[in-house]
C-alpha cells in the first residue's frame, strides 16, 4: 500500500509542471461572453487542448501570446518615436495640439529666454566695467531716473503680453475640442489602468504591466521587445483608430492618478469621484508610451500606459475581436436574443397507440 501511495504522489508531482505551463486563455467580457461558442471556436478549443505541452519558458510564452492576442495584428513600436529614446528636448509630437505646443515651446519661448539672457548678461558686463571703482572714484548721487524706470516697467509688461497671446490660443485649441468620433473612458486603479468603450457595447480591457523573462515563472507572458520598453510594454494596449477626435474621459477607482502621454501633448489628472475630459487626434499608426504622472502609492512607477494607433478598418476588426460593436452596427446575436422558435424548430411526431404521454403533456392535461 505504502508504494502505491508513493506512486500515486509521484504521478502528482510529475504533472504539476505541465498544469502550471499551460498558456491562460484571456476572459470576454462585453456582448461576445453570452454568446454560445461557434464551431470555429470548439474546434480551435480542441486543438488547444489536445497540443502538447510547451516545453521551454520561450515557447510557453509564444503560445500564450498567440491564444491571448485577437485576430489584428499588433502594430510593432518604433524605436524612435512614442517612447523615450534618451535625447534631449520635447519628444517627437504627432498631434496638431503637440506640434503647436512643440512651435511655442522651441520657437518663440526659448528664443526669448536666450535674447533675455544674453541681454542682462551684456547690462551685467557693461555695468561691471563701466562703473567700476577705478574708472569712476566719485560716484553718481542720483537716485531715480524717469527714463530707466519707465523702461523697466514698460518692457517686463511687452514681454509678458508677447507670451500670452500665444500661449491662450493654444489652451483655446486643447480645451475647445472638435466632436469626438469615439469615446473612452480612462480609469486609474492601483496600479494598472482600464479602459472602457461606451460606444462600441460597453466593454472594457484591462492593462497590466509586462514583467521581464527574469521576474515571471515559467510559462507566464513576459515583456519582448515586440511588446516595448522595459517599465513600459503592456498585456493589453488601448486601440484607437488613427485620424479620428477620441475623447477620454478620466476618472479614478481608488487615489489621485495623472493619465499622461508625452508624444500626444496630454496630461490630465484621474481624480476618484469626478471625470476630466481630454481629447486626442492622432494621423500616424503606431505605439505611443506613457505613464502614470501622479505619485499614486508605493507601485506608482508601475502603470504605464501604452497607446495603439491603426486605421479604422484594423479598429473595427479589434473591436469585433473583443466582442463590441461598431456605432450603427447590428449588435451580434446573443442567445438569449434567439427566439425559441427560430433556436429550435419543432416537428410533429406521431406517438404510437398506447405510449405513454410525456411529461409536458401530463403537466398540460392537470
Known sequence: ???????????????????????????????????????????????????????????????????????????????????????????????????????????????????????????????????????????????????????WTLVPVLILVAIAIPSMRLLRHQYSPPKADLTVKVVGNQWFWTYQYPDNGEFEIVSNMLKEKADVKPGDRFRTDADGPP???????????????????????????????????????????????????VDRPGVYFGQCSELCGARHGYMPIAIEVVPPAQFAAWVAAKGGTMPGAAPAPTAA????????PQTTAATPAGAEPNVANRATAN
Not at 485576430?71 to 503637440?98: C, N, R
Not at 476618472?251 to 500626444?264: R, W, Y
Open 337 to 344: 436574443a434567439v427566439p425559441v422558435a427560430a433556436a429550435a
Open 231 to 281: 517599465l513600459l510594454a503592456v498585456d493589453e494596449r488601448m486601440v484607437i483608430p488613427a485620424g479620428k477626435v477620441v475623447k477620454f474621459l478620466v476618472t479614478s477607482n481608488d487615489v489621485i492618478h495623472s493619465f499622461g502621454l508625452p508624444a500626444f501633448w496630454q496630461k490630465m489628472d484621474a481624480n476618484p469621484g469626478g471625470i476630466n475630459e481630454t481629447w486626442v487626434k
Open 1 to 151: 500500500m505504502k508504494r502505491i501511495g508513493w506512486a500515486i504522489a509521484l504521478a502528482a508531482a510529475g504533472l504539476t509542471p505541465a498544469a502550471a505551463q499551460a498558456p491562460q486563455t484571456q476572459e470576454v467580457t462585453g456582448p461576445a461572453a453570452a454568446t454560445a461558442p461557434s464551431e470555429r471556436a470548439q474546434g480551435q478549443s480542441l486543438d488547444a487542448a489536445n497540443a502538447p505541452a510547451p516545453s521551454t519558458p520561450e515557447a510557453s510564452n509564444a503560445a500564450a501570446t498567440k491564444m491571448s492576442a485577437s485576430p489584428v495584428p499588433a502594430v510593432l513600436p518604433d524605436a524612435s518615436i512614442g517612447h523615450p529614446t534618451g535625447g534631449k528636448g520635447i519628444q517627437t509630437q504627432v498631434t496638431d495640439i503637440g506640434r503647436e505646443a512643440e512651435a511655442f515651446h522651441n520657437n518663440w519661448l526659448l528664443l526669448l529666454c536666450v535674447v533675455i539672457s544674453l541681454f542682462v548678461l551684456g547690462l551685467l558686463g557693461w555695468t561691471m566695467v563701466r562703473y567700476r571703482r577705478s574708472a569712476n572714484p566719485t560716484p553718481s548721487r542720483n537716485s531715480h531716473n524717469t527714463t530707466i524706470e519707465v523702461i
